[in-house]
């Protein structure tokens, strides 16, 4: 049986503050921890999404516009919906989302800084995107696009 919960997936969160909102999961952990007895994930997600902005607006509008807000939790797989994005090849997660990381707060806060330039950086520097790479650059697209239901 294929497993629809791996690495790199975008994932919308079911339930708690985070409610609605997309997420890419960075580790899995299947048999649990010492700490979290049930299977869970480590993923970092968009907390808000970045607004349209168009060739007219002036430079400090573009970059207000642009901003985003990132976060980082682990999550039980029972509050996780899997889609049929994957954003691996896109954004590496791996060496900037660790558990060292996730061990005190202010290295909490510290990676949910360096993880905001990052996915700042990558929605700026989107591109119109060839053939060969249409379907990467959708799957990031609807990463930073707002769900709307």
Avoid: W
């Avoid at 899995?28 to 349209?52: I, M, N, Q, S």
């Avoid at 642009?66 to 090849?89: D, G, M």
């Amino acid at each position: 049986m294929v497993k629809p919960i791996k690495v790199g997936r975008v994932v919308i969160l079911l339930t708690g503050r985070y409610a609605g909102k997309k997420a890419v999961i960075a580790k899995l952990y299947d048999e649990g921890t010492k700490d979290r007895k049930f299977p869970h994930a480590l993923v970092a997600g968009v907390a808000k999404a970045p607004l349209f902005i168009t060739e007219k607006m002036h430079e400090k509008k573009k970059e207000r516009r642009t901003r985003v807000k990132a976060f980082v939790k682990y999550v039980n797989y029972q509050h996780i919906l899997p889609t049929r994005y994957l954003v691996s090849t896109d954004i590496d997660l791996k060496g900037v989302v660790t558990d060292e990381k996730m061990a005190s707060v202010k290295s909490r806060k510290e990676l949910r800084k360096e993880l905001r330039n990052m996915l700042t950086k990558k929605y700026t520097s989107q591109t119109v995107a060839k053939k060969a790479e249409k379907g990467a650059s959708q799957h990031t697209k609807f990463l930073f696009s707002k769900l709307r239901f």
